[in-house]
């Protein structure tokens, strides 16, 4: 009887394990080369699995980029609550926490901005999908959290301006006109307009 657990724990090892692999693998060839330039074979075959097997943990490209990128933005948020905390001003604590949102989406460009696309236009019922929304959900709490710094702005107000804030975000990163910006002008192209959303 005392099989079956270690059994179970080598299977979920193993699973893990894959992956771990398929994780690593796409990481790798989206960096390198684009999500929009990689196979799944490719990916498959690096982190040397079968493509039937690749499915089983991603149905898709898209489904492969966000469990890669997932943990980055996930990663950025942290830094810029960690940042925004030691920042004073209510804009530039709101832009302490964009900023490192704005570098990871821009360490690679393409990869950055189809992630955004199968963000938005996924499905939200979809595991990874529903952790890249739980991601900008968070987002959106601290900065609301910072706009309430201000006391002229209700609860209300904060979550509201906070949900604008993430859709200047999104737009100032996705938008095919800004692709040549660096990381700076896209943080001044944001700082600019919700500059005008604050209280005066």
Do not use: W
């Not at 980055?72 to 804009?91: I, M, N, W």
């Not at 989406?105 to 890249?132: C, K, W």
């Not at 706009?147 to 906070?162: C, K, M, Q, S």
């Amino acid at each position: 009887m005392s099989v079956a657990p270690q059994s179970v724990g080598r299977r979920e090892r193993n699973k893990q394990e894959k992956f771990d692999r398929i994780v690593a693998a796409a990481s790798e060839l989206f960096a390198e080369h684009g999500v929009d330039e990689v196979t799944t074979q490719q990916i498959a075959d690096k982190a040397d699995i079968g493509t039937g097997t690749l499915f089983l943990y991603a149905k898709t490209k898209g489904e492969l980029l966000l469990l890669v990128q997932n943990a980055k933005y996930a990663e950025a948020l942290e830094q810029g609550l960690a940042d925004a905390e030691t920042v004073p001003g209510v804009l530039d604590a709101v832009l302490a926490i964009v900023r490192p949102i704005v570098e990871c989406n821009r360490t690679q460009i393409d990869n950055g901005r189809t992630y955004l696309r199968e963000m938005v236009f996924g499905d939200p019922e979809e595991p990874r999908h529903s952790a890249a929304l739980a991601i900008v959900g968070q987002a959106e709490e601290a900065i609301a959290a910072v706009l309430r710094r201000d006391e002229r702005v209700t609860a209300g107000d904060a979550a509201t301006l906070a949900h604008i804030v993430s859709a200047v975000m999104f737009l100032s990163m996705a938008m095919s006109v800004n692709i040549a910006l660096s990381v700076e002008e896209i943080v001044q192209d944001i700082r600019g307009q919700v500059d005008v959303l604050l209280p005066r």
